[in-house]
Nanobody, 128 residues
Framework: QVQLVESGGGLVRAGDSLRLSCAASGRTFGTWAMGWFRQAQGKEREFVAAIRWEAISSDITYYADSLMGRFTISRDSSKNKVFLQMNTLQPEDTTTYYC??????????????????WGQGTQVTVSS
């Protein structure tokens, strides 16, 4: 069973940066995909970014169009961790951020329903 644990959320001011971390455990992750979604209360889960990797190819990243340039996803394969660097944060970025994981078969990495595993979420609050 895959377990995902997020960390790094908190309260910041508009314009500040945060880096979220997601630690994965429970299996080997030779060919895998992990991502970040966010969900405000009463709204649908929104895609933020995803990264997928396979044993013999470079990582491929995906971003929500509206967040590209401010958010960067990366990973540390040696530690089974994925990161989300968030820069120039705005009050509208305030919400709960969730780490997620799945295999690489199929596509649709921006769709929440295609992911099998989810963390419990970490809250990001950006004050104006």
């Amino acid at each position: 069973q895959v377990q995902l644990v997020e960390s790094g959320g908190g309260l910041v001011r508009a314009g500040d940066s945060l880096r979220l971390s997601c630690a994965a455990s429970g299996r080997t992750f030779g060919t895998w995909a992990m991502g970040w979604f966010r969900q405000a209360q009463g709204k649908e889960r929104e895609f933020v970014a995803a990264i997928r990797w396979e044993a013999i190819s470079s990582d491929i990243t995906y971003y929500a169009d509206s967040l590209m340039g401010r958010f960067t996803i990366s990973r540390d394969s040696s530690k089974n961790k994925v990161f989300l660097q968030m820069n120039t944060l705005q009050p509208e970025d305030t919400t709960t951020y969730y780490c997620t994981a799945r295999g690489t078969s199929g596509d649709r990495y921006t769709v929440a329903l295609t992911y099998s595993y989810w963390g419990q979420g970490t809250q990001v609050t950006v004050s104006s």
